[in-house]
């Protein structure tokens, strides 16, 4: 059964409000993640406790406890001269900034002619997710495992 420090395998698909697929383990084996560590969002971690290998799963989780709700400061307008060495900035491109509270991970959203409008938030934050899967594997994790704080197995462990 899922409960905290176990190493579990998930095979899953996740689909945004609108519907739209945004992501999945099809084609790329389980997701490997250890229970209680914050390996996973919130609100699927929550959803899968209880859950037995072998179990069928859906969850409806919102922004809050999936990628936190969209915060308009991450958005900033910031001047062309900031990207000098870059020889064409185009909308989606991601750059790391450094800020007061460390770096950053930000998407272009919009270029003006003289300033270039980016956003700090999780592509993902602001919006509810709806997961659908199977649960592959439960085991007891390992020692070296708990200690690192992420399972050793599997393409896709954290």
Avoid: C
């Amino acid at each position: 059964m899922i409960a905290q420090d176990k190493a579990v395998a998930i095979q899953y698909t996740v689909k945004d409000e609108t519907g739209t697929q945004v992501d999945t383990s099809e084609g790329r084996g389980p997701l490997w993640y250890l229970h209680g560590h914050s390996n996973i969002i919130p609100g699927l971690e929550k959803a899968l406790e209880g859950l037995q290998e072998g179990d069928d799963f859906s969850a409806e989780v919102p922004a809050e406890e999936a990628y936190g709700e969209h915060r308009e400061e991450l958005v900033q307008r910031v001047p062309m001269e900031a990207f000098q060495g870059v020889e064409k900035v185009e909308i989606g491109m991601v750059f790391n900034a450094q800020t007061d509270g460390g770096p950053l991970q930000v998407a272009v959203t919009d270029v003006e002619e003289d300033t270039v409008v980016v956003d700090g938030n999780h592509p993902l934050a602001g919006k509810a997710l709806a997961f659908n899967g199977k649960i592959e594997t439960v085991r007891d994790a390992s020692s070296e495992e708990l200690e690192h704080g992420h399972v050793h197995e599997g393409d896709n462990a954290h």
